[in-house]
C-alpha cells in the first residue's frame, strides 16, 4: 500500500486541490483510493461534496480510537474518504498529554493495508504540528507541495527542513518529493519561480507541473471533482500526469500535447 502525505509550511498552495484530484486520477486507472482529510478546516471532505458530519470523521480515530473503517464514506469520483470535522483541532492538544501521539495514524492503517493500493493523506497548513506528524509518520512519501507563487521557496525550503529533521530523530522512512502547482506560463514570477524550485530541489521535484487552471477553483467550490465538471479539460491532463509518474508508468500514447514538465522548462523558461 502506498501512502502519499501532501503537506507544507502554509496554506493556499494547491494540497487538497492535488489531494482530491490525484484520488480521482488513481481511481481513474482502477486502483483502491482512500483520501483521508486531516486538516480541521475539513476542505477535502466539503471539496468532494460531503457533509461534516460530527462524529463520523478522522477526529473519532484521534480522539475515541474509533477504528478506521467505522469512518470511510464513498465519494462520486470513485475513491474512499475519512472526512474532517472542526473537532480534530482538539487532537493538538490532547496530544501533549500523550506518549507517542504521532504514532496513532500509522497503526491505525495498517489494519487497511489489504483494502487500498494507495491512501493521499492531505496535511493541515503547518509543517511542524502533531497531525501533520502522525502523517509523515505513516506515510511512505511525503509530497511537499508548492505552488509557483511569491515566497514559495521560503515555505518550500522551511517545510523540508523541519521534515529532514523530524526524519532524522524519529526514523520515518517516508521518502520526500515536491511538486509544483499552480503554474502559469504567461506569469514571470511563475516562471522564475519554478526555475528556481527545480534548482534547489532538483533530485526530489516531480516532472508533473500541475498549471493553473479556472476549472479546478470551480470543481472545489462546488464540491466536485473536476472530471465530473469537463473530463477533456488540461486539468484532467495534468492528473492524469501525474497519477502516471507516480504509479512510475510513462505516460500513455496520446494526441493530446505532451503535459509541461518541469526539466524542459528550468532550460527553456520562455519556451511554449
Ligand atoms: N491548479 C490550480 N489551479 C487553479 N486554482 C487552484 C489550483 N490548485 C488550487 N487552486 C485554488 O487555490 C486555493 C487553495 O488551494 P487548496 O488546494 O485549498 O490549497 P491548500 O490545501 O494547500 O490550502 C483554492 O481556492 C483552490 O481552488
Ligand atoms: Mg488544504
Not at 55 to 69: N, V, W
Not at 230 to 242: P, V
Request: a negative charge; proline letters at 4%; one cysteine or more.
Amino acid at each position: 500500500m502506498e501512502i502519499w502525505a501532501l503537506a507544507n509550511e502554509k496554506g493556499g498552495t494547491g494540497k487538497t486541490t492535488t489531494a482530491i484530484h490525484l484520488a480521482a486520477a488513481l481511481a481513474a486507472y482502477g486502483k483502491r483510493c482512500l483520501l483521508v482529510d486531516l486538516d480541521p478546516q475539513a476542505h477535502a471532505t466539503l471539496g468532494v461534496g460531503m457533509a461534516v458530519e460530527d462524529g463520523r470523521s478522522i477526529a473519532a480515530a484521534f480522539l475515541d480510537g474509533a477504528p478506521l473503517s467505522s469512518l470511510i464514506r464513498t465519494s462520486s469520483a470513485g475513491f474512499h474518504v475519512i472526512a474532517s470535522e472542526a473537532r480534530l483541532g482538539e487532537f493538538e492538544e490532547v496530544a501533549e498529554r500523550s506518549l507517542q501521539p504521532e504514532r496513532i495514524l500509522a497503526g491505525a492503517l495498517e489494519r487497511l493495508v489489504s483494502r487500498y493500493d494507495w491512501v493521499i493523506l492531505d496535511c493541515p497548513p503547518r509543517a511542524d504540528g502533531v497531525l501533520t506528524a502522525n502523517a509523515t509518520r505513516a506515510a511512505t512519501t511525503t509530497l511537499l507541495v508548492v505552488e509557483t507563487g511569491a515566497f514559495a521557496l521560503q515555505g518550500a525550503l522551511r517545510a523540508r527542513a523541519i521534515f529532514e529533521e523530524r526524519a532524522a530523530a524519529s526514523g520515518d522512512t517516508a521518502s520526500l518529493r515536491l511538486l509544483a502547482t499552480m503554474y502559469e506560463r504567461e506569469e514571470r514570477i511563475s516562471r522564475e519561480v519554478l526555475v528556481a524550485l527545480q534548482a534547489r530541489f532538483d533530485e526530489i521535484m516531480l516532472d508533473t507541473v500541475i498549471r493553473r487552471h479556472e476549472l479546478l477553483r470551480e470543481a472545489v467550490a462546488c464540491g466536485v471533482p473536476a472530471s465530473e465538471l469537463d473530463l477533456e479539460s488540461g486539468a484532467m491532463q495534468d492528473f492524469d500526469a501525474l497519477a502516471n509518474e507516480v504509479l512510475g508508468r510513462t505516460l500513455p500514447n496520446t494526441t493530446l500535447p505532451r503535459p509541461i514538465v518541469a526539466r524542459d522548462l528550468a532550460l527553456h523558461p520562455d519556451r511554449d
